[in-house]
């Protein structure tokens, strides 16, 4: 009797415990809302990363838009530099996020603003369109981060 309490009680709390796991799972948002406008390559890095986490480890989606100098990352001449411990770039990751299913888009300031840049987008990066980035951005299913 007693080691049928014990397997019983035992059972409980891996139930339990598993139950815990699921539920803060379930709590999570639907996924990120990132702008990154910063030149600075670890901030787009950390943006980067933390999108990454997002769609891979939670299973959530991923909006980037990009702005001002980190439009350059939309760019197919644009290369960036390796950073540890990941030994992967901004662009690197960019085009990591887009095959993962990332929705990636440049502000619509950019390429007008910008001289011989146009058609030279990374595949998979569309022109943002202001009304949908303002709805994500008011959604509070995403959780909003600006790099």
Do not use: W
Request: glycine share 6%.
């Amino acid at each position: 009797m007693t080691k049928f309490l014990k397997a019983l009680v035992v059972g409980a709390l891996l139930a339990s415990v598993s139950g815990l796991a699921e539920a803060k799972e379930t709590n999570l948002v639907d996924g990120l809302a990132v702008v990154i406008t910063s030149e600075n390559e670890q901030a787009q890095m950390m943006a980067m990363v933390l999108s990454l986490q997002t769609i891979k480890t939670h299973g959530k989606e991923a909006h980037i838009t990009l702005c001002g100098p980190a439009g350059n990352l939309a760019l197919r001449s644009t290369v960036t530099k390796p950073m540890k411990p990941m030994d992967a770039s901004p662009s690197m990751m960019l085009k990591k996020l887009i095959q993962l299913g990332a929705k990636v888009e440049l502000c619509p300031l950019y390429l007008p603003n910008k001289p011989g840049s146009d058609n030279a987008l990374i595949e998979g990066i569309t022109v943002a369109k202001p009304v949908e980035v303002a709805e994500r951005l008011l959604n509070s299913n995403f959780k909003n981060l600006t790099y």
